[in-house]
């Protein structure tokens, strides 16, 4: 099921912020070739302290809680 979810909605982007003290985070989620792709960008307090990790393949854990989230959001359409 997981896996006709991710073909069906190929192309599908969503990004999310999140800040607290000190430290705000930028994910970019992309579906892409039957696999979901993260990236997390960002910065801390810290004057050097940017990060971006580039897109990186999910695990199987981070794929489940980013359908179950965003599931009203994604084409079910036949499932």
């Known amino acids: 099921m997981r896996q006709q979810l991710l073909d069906?909605?190929?192309g599908f982007e969503k990004r999310t912020s999140?800040?607290?003290?000190n430290f705000t985070e930028?994910?970019?989620y992309r579906i892409t070739g039957g696999q979901l792709l993260i990236?997390?960008?960002?910065?801390?307090?810290w004057a050097d302290s940017r990060f971006d990790t580039g897109y990186?393949?999910?695990?199987?854990?981070?794929?489940r809680r980013f359908l179950r989230e965003y599931l009203a959001e994604l084409n079910t359409d036949g499932l």
């Open 18 to 21: 999140s800040s607290g003290r």
């Open 39 to 45: 990236r997390a960008s960002g910065k801390t307090s």
């Open 56 to 63: 990186v393949g999910a695990t199987d854990d981070q794929t």
């Open 8 to 10: 069906q909605n190929e």
């Open 26 to 28: 930028y994910r970019h």
